[in-house]
């Protein structure tokens, strides 16, 4: 299907929100009036850019406050709306987005407001141009789009049609499965957002909180699915009104926005059932096949990792890399071209099923790909980069020999730690939705939903997102925009068969844990009822513990090098989570 | 009054911000529990603390999901409470904020809740303390201040009373005068926050969006005379969740917050008509005395002023300073200590009735003075700066013979420009809400509700500071975050009798206005159905235009020569605005 993009959603001036669109990949754009009015380039001038850039101006939006009023406002409506009919003419944009009447309906019926978009109708043919009426969620009167329907119905006027917005629909919670019995031919536009599940005024979330698809909590596949299925032919549009999205990069947020309607499109025709998916087919990872951490001078993490438990399986034959393994976790510690970096999270391998198709996939998703330099005699590693910069890399049968390249020691050490259990990724905040829509669609993990934990100097945003089977689990964070002083922590989390072991076992090698107060045992013992005995050997440990409806967690945390520090997680039974209610301790701690 | 702070309003440390809240001259805090479970110190540390810092620990909390339970989970909360009671003695805290059951209740019942709180007040008795019960705005039963206190009643206990919550009662919309019928003594504690007027659930809203008093839009002078009415003695206490204060520097929030008490107790004892208020009394200021712009060479500013009509006034006698004037408007350009500074707006003098009082009453509010070099021969000036770090003058019939100081000039030059209308200030957006309250409570300026603006990067929160007869107007501007390529534009607006013949003055200097594009006037034509002749004339000499139901607004703009452009306005009848239709349409023309 055809692709298009309002230009509300980029920011910049048009001209460079048009250059950006077309960059990316969409067929099209919808001209938002205020972009148009605040451009220097006149409606001739915009035309012939958008020929030059190949993009379609799909739609003119929006008119405001038309139908449900009295005869002299519809008289000045009219008036209105004839400039911006001519205006059209001279862009060459045949359809116009008229939303339902929010400030001036002072008539609250069906028959007005059909008759005056009837007669809207009249006045669009003389201009060769069609009117997609809109229920906005607040309109005055006509605030769903089975009302809408009702009123095109009535109007019974081949230029007037639907426009459908997800948001409008489903912020209202109306069921969209009614929109299979509008006639295809009568739904004119069709515009995609997704949201947040939030709980406030719907024109504020509206207006500020918006999503790319896949970013949210709608359903927007069965939607789509929805609108396809009516035989809706036009192009599918996203309009995203979001803070942050205003600000960013406008080539970036372009792609991103493709990424986000190329991953809809698909996941619609899997709901249809159709056969011909857009996409190359993947589950999602199960397991890590390696962290890197990278820095000019990685002694530092060295020294903890051997304190850690960790053994030197080798150093690369051909980089100034090394590969420190316990249990199942590998650790490559990477000082090419790294020259005054202090060591943080470089890049992630996840163990896939199908290397080629997770690559494939990702390049479909139009994931950068990265390009690191590899001598004939060494395994060709499939990678591409998250938009925080981390590198991820596709591993599997076909590329376990890459462990070989450290020479031969034996693969597995036994000892403390077992395997990774998450890796921690500080996110910028302004590519955290779009870090989001990565890792679900690319690498088809799922997102949890979003949870807050105080810190020190100010609230820190976290999503999980995970596989399945919990086999991948990578909390995002985003952390407060002022403490500029500290580079965001990142790290990585060590599954032990039995915490207080592995930090005795630490302790023993000099590595003493991130210290815990007294008064974090104190609350704790209180909160949960611990046997004393039981909460002084967490003290003495310096392990902190969680317990919910599943089982129980165990885990102390190092010291920070660099930007990165390490955790040794203990689960029991069923506990899936992070120790969320310890983490303002542990960033209290660290800050000291 | 005793003056108290929770320390979730505050940044940092439990130590730091104890430290800062006895700096900014505080009485006492309210523990905030996951602070001192995250802090390293003991509670027999931080009571010494305390006592060394001369500050009180009024309250500890929060205790949640006490009461509404069954017989097991009643005996697991007594024996957590009983643990709480320990450490409150520890401490040496008399009295616990028991916030009603928000999550585990399971019976709801008055006599239930009052019995278990009975229950609980008898095993406090054992440890000295005493039980404050807060109806939580979200609670699952007891939601209502009014339902609180009936339970407090039916407890018939001693050591049981209640909590008062601003935020808690007038979220909801409670009439909070039935507070003057609880006795004063069983008023246990009283916790004060403002907040914006949001349309949202009551938990985020209530977790993340609370304001310091003053800077939202609940009628809180009133709500204090009521619980001061009712014979409350106890601290005014300030608990505000804020996702800006738990970032900002933590001395310099305790300031604001200590601040917003001072204003509030102020405002409270004149509802209550009191006749010894706390602060000095002042009336608004009427006018703009001058405006300063600072730069390393002002010499760009001074052809600007030149072209616009202004007269060179003269040089003053000791500084390298001198002074433009234009009817009424009077800019000073400063060029010492200004070494590498692009021209920014560094000072605004405003008039107002009487100097020493302002001054008095901007020290009571610990506004920081500002100190200038002055010379015997020189008026001495009385400033204070604002929080973004504009120093505020006050002037006025004492202090206007600092003009002689620049020679002895005509005081007054003909011309279109008249006076200065509004000075439009850039704001860091961690201190908007600070700006706020110190132009309301230090200059009883207004406050309007805010507003926002697209820009081509982003959306700009703007909120207008204004003297009630609109002598002073100062429109306070939030930038995005992400746009540090350009320092935030700030403005002078010059009123003019007529704009467009300010316009054609200033053309004939060889100064070009900001180009504003033909789409702008097509679309202004076609939205007010403009006489086609007139928006010629507007057009060609690049005015803008706004009309609403008050009058009409003409207005053009200058370049921007560092962080700084010029404005020229004209009015017609009662047209209060500020053409904000007009601002993304100039903001994309300065982006050009």
């Given at each position: 299907?055809?692709r298009?993009?309002?230009t509300?959603c980029?920011s910049?001036s ?6 950006a669109?077309?960059?990316a990949g969409f067929?099209?754009?919808e ?18 850019l958008a020929?030059?850039l190949g993009l379609t101006l ?9 139908e449900?009023?009295?005869d ?8 209105r709306a004839?400039a911006?009919?001519?205006v ?11 939303c339902s009447?929010?400030?001036t309906a002072?008539?609250?019926?069906d ?12 006045l ?5 141009v069609r009117i997609?009426?809109?229920?906005l969620a607040?309109?005055r ?5 089975r009302r809408s329907?009702r ?5 019974d006027h081949?230029s007037?049609?639907l426009c ?6 489903l ?9 299979e ?7 004119f ?6 949201a ?5 005024d719907?024109?504020?979330w509206?207006?500020h909180h ?5 970013e949210?909590?709608?359903d927007?596949p069965?939607?789509v699915?929805?609108v396809?299925?009516a035989?809706?032919?036009g192009?599918?549009?996203l309009?995203?009104f979001?803070d942050t999205?205003r600000?960013?990069?406008v ?7 493709l990424?986000?309607l ?6 619609a025709?899997?709901?249809m ?14 397991g890590f ?9 990685t ?9 850690l438990?960790?053994?030197?399986r ?14 199942d976790?590998?650790?490559v510690l990477?000082?090419q071209?790294a020259r ?11 163990r896939?099923?199908d290397?080629a198709s ?7 998703l139009?994931?950068p790909?990265v ?14 980069e998250a938009?925080?910069g ?10 376990m020999?890459w ?8 693969d ?12 921690n ?11 989001v829509?990565?890792y679900?669609s690319?690498?088809e993990l ?8 105080a ?7 976290s999503?999980?997102?995970?596989s399945?089977?919990n086999?991948?689990?990578?909390p995002l964070?985003?952390?407060p ?8 922590a ?6 032990c068969?039995d915490v ?5 076992h630490?302790?023993?090698r ?8 007294t ?9 949960l009822?611990?046997d ?6 967490l003290?003495?440990l310096?392990?902190?513990y969680d ?5 129980e967690?165990f885990n ?5 090098v660099?930007q ?11 506990y899936?989570g992070?120790?969320?209610t310890?983490a303002?301790?542990?960033?209290a701690?660290?800050?000291?």
């Amino acid at each position: 299907m055809r692709r298009s993009v309002a230009t509300v959603c980029l920011s910049g001036s048009l001209a460079e929100k048009m250059h950006a669109a077309a960059a990316a990949g969409f067929d099209g754009i919808e001209v938002f009036e205020p972009d148009l009015v605040a451009s220097e380039l006149s409606p001739e001038e915009i035309r012939s850019l958008a020929d030059r850039l190949g993009l379609t101006l799909d739609l003119y939006q929006p008119f405001r406050d038309f139908e449900g009023v009295g005869d002299d406002e519809l008289a000045d409506n009219m008036r209105r709306a004839e400039a911006k009919f001519a205006v059209m003419n001279r862009l060459g944009i045949d359809t116009i987005l008229v939303c339902s009447n929010v400030g001036t309906a002072t008539i609250d019926s069906d028959e007005v407001s059909a008759a005056q978009l009837r007669q809207l109708g009249d006045l669009a043919v003389r201009y060769g141009v069609r009117i997609a009426f809109e229920a906005l969620a607040w309109g005055r009167h006509i605030d769903d789009y089975r009302r809408s329907w009702r009123v095109v119905q009535l109007a019974d006027h081949a230029s007037v049609g639907l426009c459908l917005d997800s948001f409008h629909i489903l912020s209202r919670g109306h069921d969209p499965a009614g929109i299979e019995d509008i006639p295809g031919d009568k739904i004119f536009f069709l515009q995609l957002a997704d949201a947040p599940a939030l709980s406030m005024d719907v024109l504020s979330w509206s207006r500020h909180h918006r999503l790319f698809p896949g970013e949210g909590s709608f359903d927007l596949p069965a939607f789509v699915a929805h609108v396809l299925r009516a035989g809706y032919t036009g192009p599918l549009s996203l309009e995203v009104f979001n803070d942050t999205f205003r600000q960013t990069d406008v080539e970036r947020t372009a792609v991103h926005a493709l990424r986000s309607l190329v991953w809809l499109e698909d996941r619609a025709r899997r709901v249809m059932g159709e056969d011909t998916p857009l996409l190359t087919d993947v589950t999602a990872p199960t397991g890590f096949d390696f962290v890197e951490v990278k820095a000019e001078n990685t002694s530092s993490i060295e020294v903890l990792l051997g304190q850690l438990g960790f053994a030197f399986r080798g150093r690369h034959r051909s980089k100034p890399v090394s590969l420190w393994v316990a249990g199942d976790a590998r650790i490559v510690l990477n000082e090419q071209h790294a020259r005054d970096l202090a060591p943080h999270l470089s890049a992630v391998g996840l163990r896939v099923a199908d290397v080629a198709s997770a690559a494939r996939r990702a390049s479909e998703l139009m994931a950068p790909p990265v390009h690191r330099r590899t001598y004939a005699s060494e395994v060709p590693l499939q990678a591409v980069e998250a938009p925080d910069g981390t590198q991820v890399f596709f591993g599997g049968p076909t590329t376990m020999a890459w462990t070989e390249e450290f020479g031969d020691g034996a693969d597995k050490m036994t000892g403390p730690v077992t395997a990774i259990d998450h890796v921690n990724m500080a996110q910028p905040w302004q590519y955290f939705d779009e870090a989001v829509l990565f890792y679900t669609s690319v690498l088809e993990l799922d997102a949890h939903s979003g949870v807050e934990v105080a810190g020190p100097r100010g609230l820190v945003r976290s999503r999980v997102m995970s596989s399945p089977d919990n086999g991948v689990r990578l909390p995002l964070n985003v952390a407060p925009a002022i403490d500029e002083s500290a580079p965001p922590a990142q790290h990585v989390a060590l599954l032990c068969s039995d915490v207080r072991e592995a930090v005795r076992h630490a302790r023993g090698r000099g590595l003493q844990m991130l210290p815990v107060p007294t008064n974090y045992y104190d609350d704790l013992e209180a909160r949960l009822g611990l046997d004393p005995s039981f909460r002084h050997e967490l003290e003495e440990l310096d392990v902190m513990y969680d317990r919910d409806g599943n089982g129980e967690y165990f885990n102390a945390y190092t010291r920070t090098v660099g930007q990165v520090f390490f955790e040794l997680v203990e689960r029991r039974t069923g506990y899936a989570g992070f120790g969320a209610t310890n983490a303002p301790v542990r960033m209290a701690a660290q800050r000291r």
